[in-house]
């Protein structure tokens, strides 16, 4: 069984939770796993194990349309068709670590970080230039201010993992890969992040020149166009 990740497709979780609350990795996870780092892919896995495959249950719906063809996928399915959705994700040797990942997984500590990532990949989507020279030299505090941050509304839906290696890596052993999908509704989301997006116009206005911001204010108007 394969499936293949678009370059989209997966959000990573950049930090995950350990038994201690909410800190740096644990010295397990450090140890048996490794933290996805950007960007944001993961090749193509034949897939040899999955979450509950031993009671003969079939990938849940949301699952498999994510595997298949991303969190867009994922989003167009009935019961989310009002949210937005995200997917952290890790990878690790033992199952054991992805089982205490997701235990400790909390949307409301957790999400942010992803909502921050989606937004940063979203402002230099559609880039032909460095970001500091489109929006101006203040970027990289945009950025900052932007993984500051904290979003509220987020609910864990589900999760699964996977057991499998990618095609062609003979030689490497095979690994588990935790999912855990988040929602939000879209219209607490867009509030959120247009209210974020004004204040950091407003205060990189007087170090960014009249196109810069005028540039900020255009990716501002269709910010959820394709998000």
């Known amino acids: 069984m394969k499936f293949c990740f678009g370059p989209a497709a997966v ?9 201690n609350p909410r800190g740096a990795l644990s010295e397990a996870v450090q140890q ?3 933290v ?9 896995l034949q897939i040899r194990d999955y979450k509950n495959r031993e009671n003969g249950a079939a990938l ?18 009935e019961p989310y068709r009002n949210s ?9 040797p033992d199952l054991a670590v992805i089982t205490q990942w997701v235990r400790n997984f909390s949307p409301e500590q957790d999400f942010s970080r992803l909502a921050a990532e989606r937004i940063r990949t979203r402002l230099e989507r559609d880039l032909s230039v460095s970001p500091a020279n489109f929006y101006g030299a203040n970027y990289t505090g945009i950025l900052r201010a932007i993984y500051r941050t ?5 609910r864990k839906e589900n999760d699964s993992w996977i057991f499998g ?4 890596a003979e030689g490497e052993p095979p690994l588990y890969w935790g999912f855990i999908l988040v929602s939000i509704p879209r219209d607490t989301l867009e509030i ?23 540039a900020f204010d255009a990716v501002r108007g269709r910010f959820f166009e394709g998000f």
């Not at 959000?11 to 038994?19: D, I, N």
């Not at 849940?60 to 399915?77: H, M, T």
């Not at 904290?150 to 987020?154: C, D, I, R, S, T």
């Open 11 to 19: 959000l990573v979780l950049l930090s995950c939770s350990s038994p």
């Open 32 to 34: 048996q796993g490794s």
């Open 36 to 44: 996805l780092p950007p960007p944001r892919t993961v090749p193509a």
């Open 60 to 77: 849940a719906p949301w699952f498999r349309a994510y595997l298949e063809g991303g969190i867009g996928a994922a989003e167009s399915l």
């Open 84 to 92: 937005y959705l995200f997917v952290a994700v890790i990878r690790s």
């Open 150 to 154: 904290v979003f509220w509304g987020a």
């Open 165 to 168: 290696s990618p095609p062609g």
């Open 192 to 214: 959120q992040v247009h209210k974020l997006l004004g204040d950091l116009k407003n205060s990189n206005e007087k170090t960014a020149t009249k196109s810069q911001n005028e």
